[in-house]
């Protein structure tokens, strides 16, 4: 074993911020990739020896230190929220596959604790094409110690958004190897403290990841310390269990403490981990079976449950709920008699939701129209929206500077409110859009709203966004197209797979698909027993995986090229763009 020489370097991540990060070279021409995640509180200087000790000369390497840690910028144990570093490991991600002419298939992910979080994190919300994951002692659940501490530390956010707390975690609980200790304690780029804020976040995320375990596909092995002092092992077990990867491991190490791949005997995880990537570039990336994912599945499974009846205590408490919705909410707030008349999933119900202004009879139903506006769902449902317009405008900026003519097709607009307001900010007023739906009633609004903008170069047509032939025959062709919110209420892939083949065939050739996606959500066994949809049915929603979502668009030939996530894990918008033939 060698030590491999480290370049220094610095990359610019979505919001500009210049983090600092580390490149190893392999030792000849190479097109494979293993990505190091450091702890936290640490930073990538202390991963050299682990890499040299795995043994990979024959792939890149890369780490980076995380922002607010090592020589990266930033207050200490800072960062905009939780969800900001694991959309930095994406930048990171995207930085060296472009850099370095690397296929995302073609990249591992090795992490430890908070770092393994942010991985898996990472891979069930981005659901990008990687070979493998290795997660050392994932930070689920921190041994806090103190009775009702993440409570305590809710309550201390409201009074104090930045606070910080100082970690409890000596170096004699991380490793029983003294050097590895003594490094740790002299190492002054490491900090101790971290942002309440953070730690919240990382809680919120790893709940959801636990929860939604059977999205991530990705061959992963977990690695558990038997004497851990920083981290539950019964979080481990539970996120393992929930796993649908085909491939996957849980090695356990009794008498291990935390800091797994930096104990005494740590030759035997890193030789497991070493392992575990070689086998896995052996074989590649198979997704297929996603396509068939509605017929049998995770996502499927909970779909079927839900169209049962619930338990006893359940049904009581859910009759109560749609009880007092269709009594007292229906009648005193708008945006529940609106969905109520409607259906929740309607093209009027999401307006309501956009505007985002309480209303209904006296000060209590503005309370209620309060809460119902505030509901975790409706925050995402706004998010997506800004989302929306920035990949919209985004692709209708590159397309005007190749000097031509933007052409959008929205193929189940509701009222188009999203796309309409794009069109009226000034550098957008000359692009040309198609906004279809099935909805007459829909179209009428949109065209009312687009003579009140002024907008000159937009039609509004009926249309069945399932038609593949119908869509096939779209003039002019489009050279963006939009499918928001539509894919979501329909359980059938083929119908999606219908939909998909007419638009890829008449997107022009280096055009933009951009679609949405609701992988997750914290409330979808209350939606589907109080809700009705469109039709006035239950609203039931077979979630699809972002895996699943994107295995679909790849199907028909379109290349997924980015992605953005809410807050919550809710919602997703991505662009996929068609390559152009020959």
Known sequence: MSTRTCETGEFKTWDGAALFCRTWAPTGPSDKAVILIHRGHEHSGRLQELLDALDLPA?????????????????????????????????????????HSISIENVAIVANS?????????????????????????????????PFAIPMLRMLMRVKPKAVISSYVKSKML????AQARAYDEDSLITRDISVKILLGLHDASTRIMADAGAIETPTLVLSGGADWVVQNSAHRRFYRGLSSRIKRLEYYPGFFHAILFEADRAKPIAEARRFVL??????????????????????????????????????CFRMQTWLMRTLGRRLSEGIRIGAETGFDSGRSLDYVYDNEARGVSFLGRMIDRGYLDAVGWRGIRDRRTHLREFLDQASTRIAAGGNVVQILDVATGCGRYVLDVLSEPRHREVHACLRDFEPRNLEQGRALADKLGLAHVVFEQGDAFDKDALLAVTPRPNIVIVSGLYELFADNRMLLRSLEGIAGVLQDGGYLVYTCQPWHP????????????????????????????ELVRAVGLTKQDMRIDEYGIFTVSVARKQASG
């Open 59 to 99: 792939f890149w390497a890369f780490s980076w230190d995380n922002r607010g840690h090592g020589k990266s910028p930033g207050e200490r144990g800072h960062a905009p929220s939780y969800s900001a570093l694991v959309r930095d490991l994406d930048a990171f991600v995207r930085h060296v596959c472009a850099t």
């Open 114 to 146: 908070v770092g393994a979080v942010t991985a898996a994190a990472w891979v069930h919300d981005y659901a990008l094409r990687i070979r493998a994951m290795v997660l050392a002692a994932p930070a689920f659940r921190i041994k806090l110690y103190i």
């Open 175 to 178: 490793t029983h190897d003294p």
């Open 279 to 316: 086998e896995r570039f052996k074989r590649p990336v198979d997704r297929s079976a996603l396509i068939e994912a509605d017929q049998g599945g995770y996502t499927r499974t909970e779909y079927d449950e839900l169209r049962q009846p619930p338990g006893l205590l359940k049904d009581l």
């Open 523 to 550: 409330q979808v066994e209350l939606i589907a027993r109080t809700l009705t949809n469109r039709d006035g049915n239950p609203w039931i929603m077979r979630r699809r995986t972002q895996a699943e979502m994107d």
